[in-house]
């Protein structure tokens, strides 16, 4: 699962076996949170547990401001499977 960032103790992701799925990200937080985030066609909450929905807003925050260069990130990981 290639690392994308750490942010306050969440750890943003991609899982190798997602290939087959639209882009997204996996967030992990150190007291338990997940959630996976789509990045297509815009950045939108697919699922959450574990976390506030103030954390939830963050997470969404940092994701969007990232948007653009994890989507490349994206293209260039499956693209070399």
């Known amino acids: 699962m290639p690392l994308l960032l750490r942010y306050r103790g969440n750890e943003f992701r991609f899982r190798a076996v997602d290939r087959t ?22 950045v939108r909450l697919q699922r959450a547990s574990g976390y506030s929905r103030r954390e939830q807003d963050e997470i969404i925050r940092i994701t969007k401001a990232h948007r653009e260069k994890w989507l490349r ?4 990981y499956f693209a070399s499977d």
């Open 21 to 42: 799925e639209p882009a997204h990200v996996h967030v992990r937080g150190r007291t338990g949170g997940q959630a996976k985030i789509w990045l297509m066609p815009t």
């Open 73 to 76: 990130a994206w293209r260039e």
